[in-house]
T-cell receptor, first 111, second 113 residues
Framework: DQQVKQNSPSLSVQEGRISILNCDYTNSMFDYFLWYKKYPAEGPTFLISISSIKDKNEDGRFTVFLNKSAKHLSLHIVPSQPGDSAVYFCAAREGAQKLVFGQGTRLTINP | DAGVIQSPRHEVTEMGQEVTLRCKPI?????LFWYRQTMMRGLELLIY????????DSGMPEDRFSAKMPNASFSTLKIQPSEPRDSAVYFC???????????FGSGTRLTVV
């Protein structure tokens, strides 16, 4: 039923190390994948995206990897900083403009 | 640009009462979305509009939920009658066509007691 799944509800990483957030999907028709970041009492904000025809997209400390054969994507944050502590949502685009989101992963960066 | 504006920020109501959530999208955005955030399912799409026309309401839980977009700058999500299981954070988002994603509002935290 859930087309986009984030199986880790939470992740704790030491400051300066790499954070890796994972996401799995079931629908092979998704054409874009996105990551959103959400702070408490705020709406999610767009972080980074990747087209289904690519396998990697990088933006500063953030890199998204897509493995279409495994229907899996991941977000790497290097190096992790305290301000990265937030809930991260994986999303996939279905059709013209509809985004399907996962359950979210709460990332905590420890000093 | 003030972003997507939602009101109220918090709503506490008694079971059986009618609740109306409001949203003002970003000017020039063609699409408007209503999402609900829950622990179990994350962000669930309830309904979305394109040029004020409802396109997909398959996520609306049941007939107690309804949404309207009378013009390009305003949308409402109504729950009547409300139930405790409707308690959640409701987000409105808007976008132009394209893959760069949406702009979300700050959400309305609804508590039904």
């Amino acid at each position: 039923d859930q087309q986009v799944k984030q199986n880790s509800p939470s992740l704790s990483v030491q400051e300066g190390r790499i954070s890796i957030l994972n996401c799995d999907y079931t629908n092979s028709m998704f054409d874009y994948f996105l990551w959103y970041k959400k702070y408490p009492a705020e709406g999610p904000t767009f972080l980074i995206s990747i087209s289904s025809i690519k396998d990697k997209n990088e933006d500063g400390r953030f890199t998204v990897f897509l493995n279409k054969s495994a229907k899996h994507l991941s977000l790497h944050i290097v190096p992790s900083q305290p301000g990265d502590s937030a809930v991260y949502f994986c999303a996939a685009r279905e059709g013209a403009q509809k985004l399907v989101f996962g359950q979210g992963t709460r990332l905590t960066i420890n000093p | 640009d003030a972003g997507v504006i939602q009101s109220p920020r918090h709503e506490v109501t008694e079971m059986g009462q009618e609740v109306t959530l409001r949203c003002k999208p970003i000017s020039g955005h063609d699409y408007l979305f209503w999402y609900r955030q829950t622990m179990m399912r994350g962000l669930e799409l309830l309904i979305y509009f394109n040029n004020n026309v409802p396109i997909d309401d398959s996520g609306m839980p049941e007939d107690r939920f309804s949404a309207k977009m009378p013009n390009a700058s305003f949308s409402t999500l109504k729950i009547q009658p409300s139930e405790p299981r409707d308690s959640a954070v409701y987000f409105c988002a808007s976008s132009r066509i394209g893959p760069l994603g949406y702009t979300f509002g700050s959400g309305t935290r609804l508590t039904v007691v």
